[in-house]
């Protein structure tokens, strides 16, 4: 049984910093391109950060560039998103996701993803 657990976030002051986990069980993370996407109510679920399987390659959405760092530790089945200078436009519910790598090296939409993890609210005070 695959199982993605999240784990961080919670309430920060603007300007602060908030670091995400997401361990995942019952896969190769190896074998997966991993990502974190972000929902608000009653919005659709947006892309945030990608990696590679090795952990080589990072891809960011443009409104977190410089801010978020999105890495993975293989041996520990592990992928984070560090996040920094945080304003209250990056609150909402953040997701981790691993795609089953193919014939690209990261993946940015939300249907290219096989499993996801439970959400982790983060809410940013102004």
């Known amino acids: 049984q695959v199982q993605l657990v999240q784990s961080g976030g919670g309430l920060v002051q603007a300007g602060g910093s908030l670091r995400l986990s997401c361990a995942v069980s019952?896969?190769?993370?190896?074998?997966?391109?991993m990502g974190w996407f972000r929902q608000s109510p009653g919005m659709e679920r947006d892309f945030v950060a990608a990696t590679s399987r090795g952990g080589t390659v990072t891809y960011y959405t443009d409104s977190v560039k410089g801010r978020f760092t999105i890495s993975r530790d293989n041996a520990k089945s592990t992928v984070y998103l560090e996040m920094n200078s945080l304003t209250p436009e990056d609150a909402a519910v953040y997701y981790c996701?691993?795609?089953?790598?193919?014939?690209?090296?990261?993946?940015?939409?939300?249907?290219?993803?096989?499993?996801w993890g439970q959400g982790t609210q983060v809410t940013v005070s102004s």
């Open positions: 996701a691993a795609a089953q790598a193919g014939a690209r090296v990261y993946y940015t939409r939300v249907y290219e993803y096989h499993f």
């Open positions: 019952g896969l190769t993370m190896s074998a997966y391109a």
